[in-house]
C-alpha cells in the first residue's frame, strides 16, 4: 500500500510539471508602411516564474531565441535585431549568477520587409526557458503573424523532455 501511495505521488508530480505553461504568447502586427510591418510578441507570465532574456551569460538559463521562416523563401526581410523590453537582471537562485529576465509581461519586437505581395502571413519559431525558484522547463511554440493586423494567442510545446541533464 505504502508503494503504490509512493508511486502514485511521483506519477501526479511529473504530470504536473509536464502540464505546466507558465508563459503564454499572443501575436500582433503594426503595419509602419505599405511593405514594412512591425511583428509584436507579447508574452504573459505567471507570478513567480521568470522569461529569460535573448541576451544571457554563458552558463546560465538557456536565452530565448527566434527563427523566421516562410514557405515562400525570401518573401520577406529582418530589418535590424528583435528588440526586447527592458529587462529585470539579479541574482538567479537557479544559475546560482546574474541572469537577465522577465516577470509578469514582456514584448519582443521586430521589423520586416515583405518582398512579396502573396504572403499574408508571417511564421516563427520561439525556443525559452522559464523557471521559478525551485524548477525549470523549456519550450517552443509556433509563432504566426497575420499581416491583416489580427491577434494569435500562441500554444506552447514541452521540450522538457528532450533535455537530458539532471541539472534541469
Known amino acids: 500500500k505504502k508503494i503504490l501511495c509512493l508511486f502514485l505521488g511521483i506519477f501526479l508530480s511529473i504530470n504536473s510539471i509536464k502540464s505546466q505553461e507558465p508563459?503564454?504568447?499572443?501575436?500582433?502586427?503594426n503595419p509602419i508602411s505599405e511593405n514594412k510591418y512591425e511583428l509584436i510578441i507579447t508574452s504573459s507570465i505567471e507570478k513567480n516564474w521568470r522569461l529569460y532574456s535573448q541576451?544571457?551569460?554563458e552558463g546560465g538559463a538557456i536565452p530565448t531565441?527566434?527563427?523566421?521562416k516562410n514557405e515562400v523563401t525570401d518573401s520577406f526581410n529582418l530589418i535590424?535585431?528583435?528588440?526586447?523590453?527592458?529587462?529585470?537582471t539579479k541574482f538567479d537562485p537557479i544559475f546560482q549568477l546574474d541572469q537577465s529576465y522577465f516577470i509578469d509581461s514582456?514584448?519582443?519586437?521586430?521589423?520586416?520587409e515583405i518582398n512579396s505581395s502573396?504572403?499574408?502571413?508571417?511564421?516563427?519559431?520561439?525556443?525559452?526557458?522559464?523557471c521559478d525558484d525551485s524548477?525549470?522547463?523549456f519550450r517552443e511554440s509556433e509563432l504566426v503573424f497575420n499581416l491583416d493586423g489580427t491577434s494569435r494567442n500562441i500554444?506552447?510545446?514541452?521540450?522538457?523532455?528532450?533535455?537530458?541533464?539532471?541539472?534541469?
Open 23 to 29: 508563459v503564454s504568447f499572443t501575436t500582433s502586427v
Open 55 to 57: 541576451f544571457l551569460k
Open 65 to 68: 531565441e527566434f527563427t523566421f
Open 80 to 88: 535590424g535585431k528583435m528588440i526586447e523590453s527592458e529587462t529585470i
Open 106 to 112: 514582456n514584448t519582443f519586437k521586430q521589423v520586416i
Open 118 to 130: 502573396e504572403i499574408s502571413k508571417v511564421f516563427a519559431n520561439i525556443m525559452y526557458q522559464a
Open 135 to 137: 524548477l525549470c522547463i
Open 155 to 168: 500554444k506552447n510545446e514541452d521540450l522538457t523532455t528532450l533535455i537530458n541533464d539532471g541539472s534541469n
